[in-house]
């Protein structure tokens, strides 16, 4: 594992060396910390699922850098729009369909259900804001943890329990609590985790 905090000013040159590489890292988010890949490279998928030991059946969320990117990737609605413009950037992972073009960009392993649902987040980070300014990817991350433990909220718990990781980007302890995931399907929004956003699913129906 190599290891390179997030102030340093080569952490993001670093970083998008290791993304090119198919290599699994690690950063702070604005809930708990992230695992991440190139979400467009199958064997970094691969490599994430491996290490998180996960149930490749379970779907894989990508970041976005920005609002503008979503439509591109996603089928919006009015509702979607409306979660969308209120609740992003921030603690939230809106699991919507993906467009045609998102089917042929995307790692196929993103999604193993066979069909064409996967989440997307628009995270509040100052640190992945300037590694979005500088890599024109996507990414998929997940938290930082083994399958069924808990996230890791610190550099010290992800050196202890991750230690075939490839890159940890060591920044602030975050929360321990994940982002809300919501599923947005024929204009009726479902509430698939409550996290650290609260949403009610009365109020958009």
Request: with cysteine; net charge positive.
């Amino acid at each position: 594992m190599q290891v390179i905090d997030q102030k340093d000013i080569s952490a993001v040159d670093v970083a998008i060396s290791f993304l090119k590489q198919g290599k699994v890292i690690c950063f702070a988010t604005d809930t708990v910390y992230g695992l991440a890949v190139d979400a467009t490279n199958a064997r970094a998928v691969d490599n994430l699922y491996r290490l998180k030991n996960r149930n490749k059946n379970k779907p894989i969320a990508v970041f976005l850098s920005n609002k503008t990117q979503v439509s591109k990737f996603f089928k919006t609605s009015y509702v979607a729009d409306l979660i969308i413009n209120k609740y992003t950037p921030g603690a939230i992972t809106i699991i919507l369909e993906t467009t045609k073009y998102a089917q042929k960009k995307l790692a196929k392993n993103l999604n193993n259900n066979h069909n064409k649902f996967i989440g997307f987040r628009i995270v509040d980070s100052f640190f992945i804001r300037k590694l979005f300014a500088k890599y024109d990817g996507i990414l998929a991350v997940s938290s930082a943890n083994k399958s069924n433990e808990e996230a890791c909220s610190s550099p010290q718990a992800i050196k202890k329990n991750l230690k075939d990781l490839d890159l940890l980007i060591c920044g602030k302890k975050t929360s321990k609590i994940s982002s809300t995931i919501v599923k947005i399907q024929s204009e009726k929004i479902s509430i698939v985790r409550q996290g650290k956003l609260i949403i009610q699913e009365y109020e958009y129906q």
